[in-house]
């Protein structure tokens, strides 16, 4: 497939969305990011990225080549070649909501012309991509997907903040809904990155992304259970996990935290068991555990911090408590179903006064009632407990141990008379 003055559209532009938008520039073709959120729309504009993964510099150097255009309105999406919908599929009370994908596909199939290809990036249940986006697009266009147009379906497998594995040199699978269609995709991803792994139909690719992410999941619940029996028990579980790590097959090394945040874990082995339980009226018990022990986390960590804070002679109601990092992962500013969110609201419950440090989180998506400050003695000095929550690399985690108050380390990073550890 050549790429020269190939028309790509990708719809959403977060942190899946404008990597695939800047290596599909990179690559020859001329791009349209859409996004419904103006604030993103008119910071893309302006040459700001607010994804840790892509610099500014990047994106200005797209904006400038004239092969990428930010923009609200799917009418310039008319006459692409290609469409990747790359669009959040949150859970609304345990049920998927697909809707931002509903929007998509109906949006883009009245600007859909014969020859095109729509690709689905977004995690979702196994038979999306032909039971609920091919229908809506031939609705639309008036167009038979198959004959007149072409669909897959690749799950995104963007890791933030990972300096090793970036979105070129990660292995990307690829489908689509008939033979022709899997041509079509993997041609387009075959301009972006370096090796691509066709499976045979879409549901196969669909249950792929549930599979990683549930096995993340599933192993971040056992470590994190062991950590709680490990305390109670008096093991040092991150010795024990450093000591098996060192066994070179059959052990994959998973450390415990103070639970799991966003997109991907909190939800989409949700969606698996969501549908288990739709279709086959079966409950998915790994899953359905691994959430059980991950969502409470916070609330362990919660448990830790009063016992530290009494063994001080001190009641949580009234403390001034220090939160290190509020991001879910390191080096990102990605606050989404964060853990440190419900371990705000546990201790505001329980009377503290809470203090957070993040400069990776925007403000506009910052903690309502957390006072915001920066990483600094007199800031750590100040607080009657602290927790590291998100260990962003330019914490110097020495100021851990010359803390004063007591500090809970959920990462195992720091050390220091007053440091005790998840």
Request: proline share 5%; hydrophobic share 40%; with cysteine.
């Amino acid at each position: 497939m050549t790429s020269h003055n190939k028309r790509a559209v990708i719809v959403g532009q977060g942190y899946v969305g404008l990597p695939v938008a800047m290596r599909a520039v990179d690559a020859g073709y001329d791009v349209i990011g859409l996004d419904v959120d103006d604030r993103r729309i008119a910071g893309l504009q302006s040459g700001e990225s607010y994804v840790d993964d892509i610099p500014s510099s990047v994106l200005a150097a797209a904006l400038a080549s004239g092969k990428y255009k930010a923009s609200k309105d799917y009418d310039d999406a008319a006459g692409f070649d290609v469409a990747v919908i790359t669009v959040p599929t949150p859970l609304s009370e345990g049920i998927p909501d697909l809707s931002f994908i509903e929007d998509s596909a109906k949006a883009l199939s009245t600007r859909l012309s014969a020859g095109a290809t729509v690709i689905l990036e977004s995690t979702t249940y196994p038979g999306t991509t032909q039971e609920l986006l091919v229908p809506l697009l031939e609705e639309g266009s008036g167009l038979t997907a198959g004959t007149d147009f072409f669909v897959g379906y690749s799950p995104e497998r963007i890791d933030p903040g990972n300096k090793t594995w970036g979105f070129a040199n990660t292995p990307k699978v690829v489908s689509g809904i008939d033979p022709e269609s899997l041509v079509r995709v993997k041609g387009f991803y075959d301009d972006l990155v370096e090796t691509t792994v066709p499976v045979s139909g879409t549901k196969e690719a669909e249950l792929t992304k549930l599979l990683e992410n549930t096995f993340r999941h599933v192993n971040i619940a056992l470590v994190n259970e062991l950590a709680i029996f490990g305390h109670q028990l008096g093991v040092d579980v991150w010795e024990s996990i450093e000591a098996a790590s060192s066994k070179p097959f059959g052990f994959m090394k998973f450390t415990p935290g103070p639970g799991v945040g966003g997109h991907c874990l909190p939800v989409d082995p949700s969606y698996l068991s969501w549908q288990v339980r739709r279709k086959l009226g079966q409950s998915f018990r790994f899953v359905e555990l691994a959430n059980d022990i991950n969502d409470h986390m916070p609330d362990y960590v919660a448990q830790r911090l009063m016992v530290l804070l009494n063994r001080a002679g001190k009641a949580l109601n009234g403390a001034r408590v220090v939160l290190v990092g509020l991001s879910y992962k390191r080096n990102t500013g990605d606050i989404r179903e964060s853990p440190s969110l419900r371990l705000i609201d546990v201790l505001r419950e329980l009377g503290a006064e809470i203090v957070g440090i993040d400069d990776r989180v925007e403000d506009h998506r910052w903690p309502a009632g957390v006072e915001r400050a920066s990483y600094s003695a007199e800031t750590l000095s100040g607080a009657d407990a602290v927790v590291l929550l998100t260990d962003h690399e330019e914490f110097d985690l020495a100021l851990l141990a010359e803390t004063p108050a007591p500090v809970l380390d959920t990462k195992n990073r720091a050390a220091g008379p007053t440091v005790e550890r998840l």
